[in-house]
Structure formats: structure tokens, C-alpha cells
């Protein structure tokens, strides 16, 4: 399979030349580190929105959404949520009715303090794969897939990630997973997810193994693959049986339905790789996948 002027080969390493997948797997792992550095009172997308309002004070609701890269029912759905939760405050815009402005109340403010050390180890810590030049190159990479604006690409790397959610490695690869969620959507669809064809397309590679291995080479954690193959049998496209040499693993291989899908989806998974590099020139397509998988772990 070709990616621009980027060879992808049917091999069992296949997905590390699949900036979709390296995407996905860069978003894992800054989830990870979020859990442990900050915890499970404030959610990242959460977080750049009070930064958000701390930094702009009084914004509406529509600008506070496209600052922290959320669409409108989203950003509505969480900002319902922070203001139950006591940490942002909300009234009309007394010019316009229809305006919504927003502000960090005390508890908001005092959070935002108490997670941001959190939040700073977040980007050291997810970028400490990567020497200095590596990082900004990222940092510039990682805009131009999200589709950001070139004077805000040339800012943000420059940028501490103290002073903007935007100017932060974490949100860009966030975005960038957006914008990978907006072309699946467009171009394969409903039919399989990113990790279930993950899944299909390492089984169509490696038929037999084990489903623990599948899971390694899909990058899930084990629950996750228990749940995603369980799905995915239930749906006739995998077929599971024990392995005779050792009762507690499950042996995977394709059904001739999941051929099909994969087959099927194929075309469409190409596009995808394709749109999602397009903003890149020919050397940052190698490039991005280079620092894509050392911040992915890989």
C-alpha cells in the first residue's frame, strides 16, 4: 500500500506506518499519563476549558468551545457539567440574548492552580522520547494535521504549554485525532471503528494467534480487546477458539464475513491515511510518522 510517496508494507509492523494508528496510540498514552499526574477529577478537554476562561475571562460559550477545539453539543454537554460541579458560572450577554458568557468561579480558579503542575509533568513526561528539535518539529507537525492556521502553527511552537491548552502537546494530539475521527467517519464509516480494523487487519496478517497478541499488536489493553472481540464475534466477523495446547488463551482468525468487511474497507482506510498527511509535504510524512511512534511508545 502506498501513503503519498510513504510505503506501507502488509507486514506485522504494518500499523507503525499508519499515522492513525500512531495517533491513537500518542492520545493513549497522554491519557495514561493524565490518570497518574493529574487524576480523575478534571478530564483534559475539561481542563483547556477553564485554562481557557482563566485566560479570557467573561468569553462566550461559542469562543470558549472553538478555543478548546470542541463542537457545539459537546462544548454544551460540559459546560452543564462544570456548572453543576460549582467551577464555572454562566449568564446571558446582557448586548445579545442569545450569547452565552462564561466565567471560572472560585472553585474553578482554584482548580485550574491545583492542576497545573499536573498538567505541565503531562507534557514533559509525554514528550521525554523526543530531543528538543524533535519536540518543536512535533509540535509544528501536529498543527498542520489538526488543520491549524500557520501563524498559529509558528506561535505554538515556540509556546510553553503552561500558558495555552492549544500551545500543548496533549491538545494537539487530541485534535489531530479529530480531525482522523471526521475522515473515518467520511470515508469508511459506521462498518468497523479504527481499532476494530486494527484488530482485522493483524489477524489478516498473523491468522491463529493468540488474542493477547492481537491486543499487543492492535496496542488495547486487555480489556478493551475482550470487549472489542467479544463484539466482534457476536458480529461474525472473527472466529474464537481455545487453544488445545493451552486452555486459557483464545486463538483468533477471520471469518470469510470479516475478510469481506476488511476487504471492503480497505479503499476508504487508504483515503484516510492519505487526507489525514495531505497538509504535510513529502519529507514531513516520514518525518511524522518517525515522532508520531517514539511519542506513541513504539
Same mark, same amino acid.
Given at each position: 500500500?502506498?501513503? @503519498? !510517496? ?15 494508528? %500512531? ?28 485554562? =481557557?476562561? =482563566? ?9 470558549? #468551545? !472553538?478555543?478548546?477545539?470542541? /463542537? ?12 453543576? &460541579?460549582?467551577?464555572? %458560572? &454562566?449568564?446571558? /450577554? ?13 472553585? #474553578? ?33 501536529? @498543527?498542520?494535521?489538526?488543520?491549524? !492556521?500557520?501563524?498559529?502553527?509558528? =506561535?505554538? =511552537? ?8 492549544? &500551545?500543548?502537546? #496533549? ?11 471526521? %475522515?473515518? *467517519? !467520511? ?22 494467534? /493468540?488474542?493477547?497478541?492481537? #491486543? ?33 488463551? *483464545?486463538? %483468533? ?27 504535510? /509535504?513529502?519529507?514531513?510524512? @516520514? ?12
Amino acid at each position: 500500500m502506498v501513503l @503519498g !510517496e510513504i510505503e506501507i508494507t502488509r507486514t506485522s509492523d504494518g500499523l507503525l506506518r499508519s499515522p492513525g494508528h %500512531l495517533i491513537r496510540v500518542a492520545q493513549q498514552v497522554h491519557t495514561r499519563l493524565w490518570a497518574e499526574q493529574v487524576g480523575g477529577e478534571l478530564t483534559a478537554p475539561q481542563f483547556g476549558v477553564l485554562l =481557557a476562561l =482563566a485566560l479570557e475571562p467573561g468569553s462566550d460559550q461559542r469562543t470558549v #468551545g !472553538e478555543r478548546a477545539s470542541l /463542537d457545539k453539543a459537546t462544548m454544551a454537554e460540559m459546560v452543564g457539567r462544570l456548572i453543576r &460541579r460549582g467551577l464555572v %458560572l &454562566r449568564r446571558r /450577554d446582557p448586548s445579545d440574548g442569545r450569547r452565552k458568557l462564561l466565567a471560572l468561579s472560585p472553585a #474553578g480558579t482554584q482548580l485550574v492552580r491545583d492542576a497545573t503542575a499536573g498538567v505541565v509533568r503531562v507534557q514533559r513526561l509525554l514528550l521525554e522520547p523526543l530531543d528538543d528539535a524533535e519536540r518543536q518539529d512535533l509540535v509544528t507537525i501536529l @498543527g498542520r494535521i489538526g488543520r491549524l !492556521e500557520s501563524l498559529a502553527i509558528a =506561535a505554538l =511552537a515556540d509556546a510553553r504549554p503552561l500558558l495555552d491548552a492549544q &500551545r500543548a502537546v #496533549g491538545y494537539l494530539i487530541r485534535v489531530a485525532q479529530q480531525v482522523h475521527t471526521r %475522515l473515518w *467517519n !467520511e470515508h469508511v464509516g459506521a462498518e468497523l471503528t479504527a481499532p476494530q480494523h486494527a484488530v482485522l487487519a493483524v489477524l489478516d496478517l498473523e491468522p491463529g494467534i /493468540d488474542q493477547r497478541t492481537v #491486543g499487543e499488536r492492535a496496542s488495547l489493553d486487555k480489556a478493551t480487546m475482550a470487549e472489542m472481540v467479544s463484539r466482534l464475534v457476536r458480529r461474525g466477523l472473527l472466529l474464537r477458539r481455545r487453544d488445545p495446547s493451552d486452555g486459557r488463551r *483464545n486463538l %483468533l482468525s477471520l471469518s470469510p464475513v470479516g475478510q469481506e468487511s476488511l476487504h471492503r474497507c480497505t479503499p476508504g482506510v487508504r483515503e484516510v491515511q492519505r487526507l489525514l498527511l495531505e497538509p504535510l /509535504d513529502e519529507a514531513d510524512r @516520514g518525518r511524522a510518522l518517525e515522532l508520531l511512534g517514539k511519542a506513541a511508545r513504539l
